[in-house]
C-alpha cells in the first residue's frame, strides 16, 4: 500500500509540474498564439481529407476526359461522369484548397509579430518599471535578435504541426490502401533519412553561437557610442571597429554553417522520396501485385506524405538553429515576468481628489545592502524632512546617492526600518505622491514633438497650465530669451538638429520640473551641463521656491552646499 501510494503521489507531483509547464509555456507565448496554433492543427486535418478527395476529384477528371477507363477506376456510383461537372468539382476542390493555404500562411505571418509584440511590450515594461534588475545590453539583445528569432521557432512550429498531422493522416490512409508498399517506403525513408539526424548537433552549435556573437556585437556597438568620446581621444576608435568585423565575421560563419545545413536538409527528402517511390513502383509489380489504379493512387498519397515530411523536417531543423534563442528568451521570462503584472501594466493614472502633497518625509532605522559584496549602504539610518528644508546630499560614487532617492520615492524597497511620507509608506503611496514631485537629472531628458509639449511632458494635468506659468518657469530657469529668440517660439520642434547647447536644453528640464509646481524637489547633479554664473542666477532665482517645498539636492558643487539647512554626507547628517 506504501508503494502504491508513493507511485500515486510521485504521479501527482509530475502532473502538477507538466501543468505547470504548460501554464508557464502558455504565459510566455501568449494566449493568442496558443489560438493559431490549434487552428494550424486543424488546417491540417482539413489538408488531409483535401487530399484523399483529390485521389477520387482526379480519377473523376480522368474519366470524364476518356483518359481513364471507369471500370478500374475507385469511385462510388453516384460520382457523375460528365466532364463539365467534373470541372465544376475541380474548380471547386482549387478554391478550397487556396483557402486552406490561405489561412495557413496568415497564421504563419500572424504569429510572429503577434509573439514579437508581446514579448516586446514585457521587455519594455520590465526594463521601464526595474531598470536596476537588467543591463541595456541583455535588454537591447532580448528586444531585437532574441525576439525575433524565438518567433522564427513559433513559425516554424505552425508549419510542422500542419504538417505533421497531415503526414500522419496520409501515412494512416497509405497504410490501408496499400500496407505492404507502405511499410516498405516507410522503411527505406527512416533508412536513408537517418544520417541527416547527424547534423542536428552542429545546427544546435552553430545556433548558440549566433546567440552570443550578436549579444558581443550589439555590446560592442552600444559601448561605442556610449563612450565615443574617450575612444576617439585614446586612439581607440579603429581597433573598436576593428572588433566589431571580427565578431560579425564570426557571426557569419554560424550563420553560414546553419544555412549550408538546414537547405542540406530540407531537399534531401526530396531526393530520397522519389528514389523510395521508384522501389516501391519496382516492388510492387515483380512481387506484390497491387492494382495499377490502387498503385496509382498510393503513389500520390505517398509523394504528398513525403513532401510533408519535408516540410516538417525543413521547420524541425530551423527551429533547431533558432531554438538557443527562444530558450534564452524563455529563461528571461521566467526570471523577471513575476514582476511586470496585468495591475501594472493596466494600472490608471491617480485621480486628482487622491493626490498627496508631501510635506513630511521620515526614515525610521533604515537598513538597505545593494551588493552584499559591497557592503552596507545604510545602517540604523534615520532622517526626518518638512516643508522648507533644503538637504544637500553628497559623497563619492557607489556611496548610495541615487539609491537613497529611489528608497525615498518607494522605488527600492528597503532591508528593514520604515520611510513615509505623510505619515503614509513610501511604496503605497509613491503613485499619490509623484503629481507633486519635480525632478532635474544631469542630462536633459527631451522627447521628439515641440517645445510646448516637451515642457507639458509628464504633467498630470497638462490641460490646467496657463501661459502665464509657463513664462514663470521659463524664466525662473532662464531660458525665456534664447525661447524668445526661436523662430516658432514654444512652437519649435525639437530635433538634435536644432541650434541648442546642452545647457540650454538643461534650463528646459529645470523649466518643466518648475511647471508642475512641486513641493517635492528632486536636484540630482542639476548643474552637471551649466557655468557658474548660470548656477548662481538659477539658484537666486529659486530662492522664492525653496522654502514653500522639500528640496533634495544631490551635488559635488562646493558652491551648492551652503545653500541647504541640511547636509548629508556618506551617510551622517549635519
Not at 15 to 40: N, P, T
Not at 266 to 279: D, K, R
Not at 397 to 424: C, E, Q
Request: hydrophobic content about 45%; overall charge positive.
Amino acid at each position: 500500500e506504501c508503494e502504491n501510494y508513493a507511485a500515486l503521489h510521485k504521479g501527482d507531483i509530475l502532473e502538477r509540474m507538466l501543468i505547470q509547464k504548460i501554464k508557464h509555456l502558455q504565459e510566455f507565448a501568449g494566449e493568442k498564439v496558443s489560438y493559431y496554433l490549434v487552428f494550424a492543427f486543424l488546417l491540417g486535418l482539413a489538408t488531409f481529407f483535401m487530399e484523399l478527395s483529390f485521389v477520387y476529384i482526379l480519377q473523376g477528371f480522368l474519366i470524364s476526359m476518356n483518359i481513364m477507363d471507369a471500370a478500374i477506376s475507385k469511385l462510388p456510383e453516384w460520382w457523375p461522369t460528365g466532364s463539365v461537372n467534373n470541372a465544376i468539382i475541380l474548380t471547386i476542390f482549387g478554391f478550397f484548397k487556396f483557402v486552406s493555404n490561405f489561412l495557413l500562411t496568415f497564421i504563419q505571418g500572424c504569429i510572429p509579430k503577434v509573439f514579437e509584440r508581446n514579448q516586446r511590450a514585457k521587455i519594455i515594461g520590465f526594463s521601464l518599471f526595474h531598470p536596476d534588475k537588467i543591463t541595456l545590453d541583455d535588454a537591447t539583445a532580448a528586444f531585437s535578435d532574441l525576439c525575433i528569432n524565438s518567433a522564427r521557432v513559433l513559425n516554424n512550429l505552425t508549419t510542422f504541426i500542419s504538417h505533421s498531422i497531415l503526414g500522419f493522416c496520409l501515412f494512416l490512409f497509405g497504410l490501408n490502401m496499400a500496407p505492404k508498399e507502405m511499410i516498405l517506403g516507410i522503411s527505406l525513408t527512416f533508412i536513408l533519412a537517418l544520417p541527416l539526424s547527424l547534423l542536428n548537433k552542429k545546427i544546435k552549435s552553430s545556433g548558440e553561437g549566433i546567440v552570443q556573437e550578436w549579444k558581443s556585437v550589439l555590446s560592442t556597438f552600444i559601448n561605442g557610442i556610449r563612450h565615443n568620446f574617450i575612444l576617439r581621444i585614446y586612439g581607440l576608435v579603429e581597433e573598436q571597429v576593428k572588433a566589431s568585423k571580427e565578431t560579425l565575421n564570426s557571426y557569419n560563419t554560424h550563420f553560414y554553417t546553419v544555412v549550408g545545413i538546414t537547405c542540406f536538409k530540407n531537399n534531401a527528402p526530396i531526393f530520397i522520396g522519389i528514389f523510395v517511390i521508384s522501389i516501391i513502383m519496382i516492388t510492387s509489380q515483380k512481387y506484390i501485385g497491387t492494382e495499377g489504379t490502387v498503385l496509382l493512387g498510393f503513389l500520390y498519397i505517398f509523394m504528398r506524405m513525403v513532401l510533408s515530411i519535408s516540410q516538417c523536417i525543413t521547420a524541425a531543423t530551423q527551429a533547431r538553429s533558432n531554438f538557443p534563442a527562444m530558450k534564452t528568451l524563455y529563461q528571461w521570462h521566467l526570471k523577471f515576468s513575476a514582476h511586470i503584472t496585468k495591475a501594472i501594466l493596466n494600472k490608471e493614472p491617480v485621480k486628482k481628489e487622491n493626490w498627496i502633497e508631501p510635506t513630511e518625509i521620515s526614515i525610521n532605522d533604515l537598513n538597505f545592502t545593494y551588493d552584499k559584496k559591497e557592503g552596507q549602504l545604510f545602517k540604523n539610518f534615520d532622517l526626518e524632512l518638512q516643508t522648507g528644508d533644503l538637504v544637500v546630499i553628497s559623497g563619492e560614487s557607489g556611496t548610495g546617492k541615487s539609491t537613497l532617492l529611489n528608497l525615498i520615492l518607494g522605488l527600492v524597497k528597503p532591508d528593514s526600518g520604515k520611510i513615509s511620507i505623510n505619515k503614509k509608506d513610501a511604496e503605497s503611496a509613491r503613485d499619490n505622491i509623484f503629481p507633486h514631485v519635480g525632478y532635474v537629472g544631469p542630462k536633459p531628458y527631451l522627447i521628439t514633438g515641440t517645445l510646448d509639449q516637451n515642457l507639458k511632458y509628464g504633467h498630470p494635468d497638462p490641460s490646467s497650465i496657463t501661459s502665464q506659468q509657463i513664462e514663470n518657469a521659463l524664466k525662473l530657469s532662464l531660458s525665456d530669451e534664447f525661447v524668445a529668440k526661436l523662430p516658432e517660439g514654444l512652437g519649435t520642434l525639437f530635433t538634435e538638429a536644432l541650434p541648442l547647447s546642452t545647457g540650454q536644453l538643461q534650463r528646459l528640464s529645470i523649466a518643466r520640473a518648475i511647471l508642475r509646481s512641486p513641493k517635492l524637489l528632486i536636484l540630482d547633479e542639476f548643474t552637471a551641463n551649466l557655468d557658474d554664473g548660470t548656477i548662481e542666477k538659477i539658484v537666486e532665482n529659486f530662492k522664492t521656491l525653496f522654502p514653500k517645498i522639500i528640496t533634495l539636492l544631490v551635488t559635488h558643487n562646493p558652491k551648492l552646499m551652503e545653500i541647504g539647512n541640511k547636509r548629508l554626507k556618506l551617510g551622517g547628517l549635519s
